[in-house]
């Protein structure tokens, strides 16, 4: 069975220092990786992706996973956080067959000025 | 290119009323899948739909829910006869099938008084 644990429910970090959202899964196949955010009141957006190639992954607002197979992990990065990055952070993944995708619980990353 | 439509953003029912929910996905995407989130939780899968067929409906209460997604038109949750558990919100999300991303909704807020 699959299933993706998200361990932090909530991380509450002060502006401009680093933060690690963890995410790790468990799958007897191989996996493909995704970190969604989701604002109030708003549907989930896509963050970053791991299909393939590299096993570390940015996004355009500085956010970085690393894709970690032998610790079946994908932590979620940034070493400096905004006031704008308060949102809950969803992991999910989906199988080498596609088509069904499984997510955690979620991350409340609350940054303080 | 639209995004996923979801309507109506708001949707308030008295208990025993119906509800249905509106997707559509976006252009081009043929699969869709419905989730439910309340309040301090995370997402919670419902239902995967490819064009007129459903392919898992395992996160699907037995009851009183059901939805579908026609060859022609938007993708319709049903929900009857409503009670105050029911409410929460619903989000779609679409995808071309496969291993790429979901692409979410804004989500539907489903209010039972």
């Known amino acids: 069975a699959q299933s993706v644990t998200q361990l932090d429910s909530q991380v509450p970090v002060f502006e401009e220092a680093p933060v690690e959202l963890r995410c790790n899964y468990s799958s007897s196949v191989s996996v493909y990786l995704f970190w969604y955010v989701q604002y109030p009141n708003q549907g989930l957006q896509l963050l970053l992706k791991?299909?393939?190639?590299?096993?570390l992954v940015e996004s355009i607002n500085g956010f970085e996973a690393e894709f970690n197979k032998s610790q079946t992990s994908f932590h979620l990065r940034k070493p400096s956080v905004h006031i704008s990055d308060t949102a809950e952070y969803f992991c999910?993944?989906?199988?080498?067959?596609?088509?069904?995708?499984?997510f955690g619980t979620g991350t409340s990353l609350t940054v303080i000025p | 290119n639209a995004g996923v439509m979801q309507n109506p953003r708001h949707l308030v029912r008295r208990r025993g009323q119906e509800a249905r929910l509106r997707c559509s996905p976006m252009?081009?995407?043929?699969?869709v899948y419905w989730y439910r989130q309340l309040p301090e939780e995370g997402l919670k899968f419902m239902v995967y739909?490819?064009?007129?067929?459903?392919?898992?409906e395992s996160g699907m209460p037995k009851e009183r829910f059901s939805a579908e997604f026609p060859k022609e038109g938007p993708s319709i949750l049903r929900i009857q006869q409503v009670v105050r558990g029911d409410s929460a919100a619903y989000f779609c999300?679409?995808?071309?099938?496969?291993?790429?991303?979901?692409?979410f909704g804004n989500g539907t807020r489903l209010t039972v008084t």
């Open positions: 999910a993944v989906t199988l080498n067959t596609g088509n069904q995708f499984y």
């Open positions: 252009k081009g995407h043929s699969h």
């Open positions: 739909l490819q064009k007129e067929n459903i392919i898992d």
């Open positions: 999300a679409s995808s071309p099938g496969g291993i790429s991303p979901l692409h």
């Open positions: 791991y299909l393939s190639g590299s096993t």
